[in-house]
């Protein structure tokens, strides 16, 4: 594959996702320097569509850089990948028959490097921040964002620095230290290592590439949503069911839609999103339901899913508009149910999920006896891992 069939970058500016003040892109930059919200990358699209077509995309390679006009990485040599994206999308009619509902496919994002859908992110967000000139990174995690920043971070020759619960499985705290990191245990919630990450960008200079605190790592995630389109022959499904800690793939799924509508690619139809959370954390759960903005964090956050033990997100309010937008919903799952159907997934479709991604086959079994997902309707569920880091929880 030479440079020459694909197209340059097409991005323009950022955008703040709730003020709407825009930034020049080519400077380091975390959450809007304004109201300190999300930023957003913006696209010419116009440009993008006349290289970013149906009948290019059948001669790219088969990692999520296929989409580089819609991505923020200018350079070539900035592009770090281990082969992230493409993922399969598989019809898994056994699983879907017993659930009364034929047309269930799981987007297997286990298959990632480093076991899960994070590598999307991160790729994007190291590539991006070791194109404009960071020199150390950091990160606050609850293990698989961290394991696939350090992957990157390593590649780039970058120093990483984590910061994990201390109650991280070992995998994921023994993951980041084989891959270079220096890593620190912190007693408390992914957002209590979220301010000793804080506190090292302010002391030493460290560039964080938490969740929604720098714009790139949801181009990453969006890409998940131009998979779908094209695996599904440019359609989308009735219904996406994601789980939700920050939300990142959620957002960004729904903004790669609108891209894709504006570049000609798909129509004006949309799936429900479905946003898919823990009874132990669901803070989106319960701000969708009484109708808010913004969640509330939440107490005592405790949940086997440990992506999903998120109990403030920066982003809510990104991810609350792209449920109402889309007449969607969200769902909160018990634990019990969680390592229930992470059984029954992997016993009748071969998968071994991540206990998030089992979250969202309870969730959807719930949501067809409560009538709101039809049986003949097309229904995603995505298995954002592996669970053989997750392991502990059958021992």
Same mark, same amino acid.
């Given at each position: 594959?030479?440079?020459?069939?694909?197209?340059?970058?097409?991005?323009?500016?950022?955008?703040?996702?709730?003020?709407?003040? =825009?930034?020049?892109?080519?400077?380091?930059?975390?959450?809007?320097?304004?109201?300190?919200?999300?930023?957003?990358?913006?696209?010419?699209?116009?440009?993008?569509?006349?290289?970013?077509?149906?009948?290019? $995309?059948?001669?790219?390679?088969?990692?999520?850089?296929?989409?580089?006009?819609?991505?923020?990485?200018?350079?070539?040599?900035?592009? $770090?990948?281990?082969?992230?994206?493409?993922?399969?999308?598989?019809?898994?009619?056994?699983?879907?028959?017993?659930?009364?509902?034929?047309?269930?496919?799981?987007?297997?994002?286990?298959?990632?490097?480093?076991?899960?859908?994070?590598?999307?992110?991160?790729?994007?967000?190291?590539?991006?921040?070791?194109?404009?000139?960071?020199?150390?990174?950091?990160?606050?995690?609850?293990?698989?964002?961290?394991?696939?920043?350090?992957?990157?971070?390593?590649?780039?020759?970058?120093?990483?620095?984590?910061?994990?619960?201390? *109650?991280?499985?070992?995998?994921?705290?023994?993951?980041?230290?084989?891959?270079?990191?220096?890593?620190?245990?912190?007693?408390?919630?992914?957002?209590?290592?979220?301010?000793?990450?804080?506190?090292?960008?302010?002391?030493?200079?460290?560039?964080?590439?938490?969740?929604?605190?720098?714009?790139?790592?949801? #181009?990453?995630?969006?890409?998940?949503?131009?998979?779908?389109?094209?695996?599904?022959?440019?359609?989308?499904?009735?219904?996406?069911?994601?789980?939700?800690?920050?939300?990142?793939?959620?957002?960004?799924?729904?903004?790669?839609?609108?891209?894709?509508?504006?570049?000609?690619?798909?129509?004006?139809?949309?799936?429900?999103?479905?946003?898919?959370?823990?009874?132990?954390?669901?803070?989106?759960?319960?701000?969708?339901? #009484?109708?808010?903005?913004?969640?509330?964090?939440?107490?005592?956050?405790?949940?086997?899913?440990?992506?999903?033990?998120?109990?403030?997100?920066?982003? *809510?309010?990104?991810?609350?508009?792209? $449920?109402?937008?889309?007449?969607?919903?969200?769902?909160?799952?018990?634990?019990?149910?969680?390592?229930?159907?992470?059984?029954?997934?992997?016993?009748? =479709?071969?998968?071994?999920?991540?206990?998030?991604?089992?979250?969202?086959?309870?969730?959807?079994?719930? $949501?067809?006896?409560?009538?709101?997902?039809?049986?003949?309707?097309?229904?995603?569920?995505?298995?954002?891992?592996?669970?053989?880091?997750?392991?502990?929880?059958?021992?």
């Amino acid at each position: 594959m030479t440079t020459s069939m694909l197209g340059d970058s097409a991005l323009t500016h950022l955008e703040c996702g709730f003020c709407g003040a =825009t930034f020049d892109p080519d400077q380091l930059l975390n959450l809007c320097p304004k109201c300190g919200k999300p930023l957003l990358a913006r696209y010419d699209l116009g440009q993008a569509a006349r290289t970013l077509t149906k009948a290019s $995309l059948q001669e790219r390679p088969a990692t999520l850089w296929r989409y580089q006009e819609v991505l923020p990485v200018r350079r070539q040599e900035a592009r $770090l990948s281990l082969g992230e994206g493409w993922t399969p999308l598989l019809h898994t009619e056994r699983l879907g028959q017993s659930i009364g509902c034929a047309g269930t496919w799981i987007k297997d994002e286990s298959v990632n490097p480093t076991g899960s859908f994070k590598a999307r992110g991160l790729a994007l967000a190291v590539s991006r921040a070791y194109e404009l000139g960071a020199q150390e990174l950091a990160i606050p995690s609850a293990g698989n964002a961290a394991g696939a920043m350090c992957a990157y971070a390593a590649l780039a020759a970058l120093p990483a620095h984590v910061f994990m619960p201390a *109650d991280v499985a070992t995998t994921f705290r023994v993951e980041c230290q084989m891959l270079g990191a220096q890593v620190t245990l912190v007693d408390g919630l992914i957002t209590d290592a979220g301010a000793k990450v804080q506190e090292g960008v302010a002391q030493h200079g460290w560039f964080s590439v938490s969740t929604l605190r720098e714009p790139y790592r949801l #181009e990453g995630k969006k890409t998940m949503g131009y998979e779908l389109a094209e695996q599904l022959g440019w359609s989308l499904p009735d219904v996406i069911l994601y789980p939700t800690g920050g939300g990142t793939g959620l957002i960004g799924m729904w903004k790669a839609f609108q891209e894709m509508e504006e570049m000609g690619l798909i129509g004006p139809e949309r799936p429900r999103m479905v946003s898919v959370q823990s009874s132990g954390c669901a803070p989106i759960v319960r701000a969708f339901h #009484e109708g808010t903005e913004h969640a509330e964090p939440w107490q005592n956050a405790q949940t086997v899913a440990s992506g999903l033990r998120v109990p403030a997100a920066v982003g *809510d309010f990104l991810i609350l508009r792209a $449920l109402r937008e889309s007449n969607g919903t969200a769902v909160a799952v018990p634990d019990e149910e969680i390592l229930h159907y992470a059984q029954v997934m992997g016993r009748q =479709t071969g998968i071994f999920p991540a206990p998030e991604g089992a979250a969202c086959l309870a969730a959807q079994v719930k $949501l067809l006896e409560e009538g709101w997902i039809q049986p003949d309707e097309q229904v995603v569920i995505f298995n954002t891992g592996s669970g053989l880091k997750y392991a502990h929880l059958w021992a």
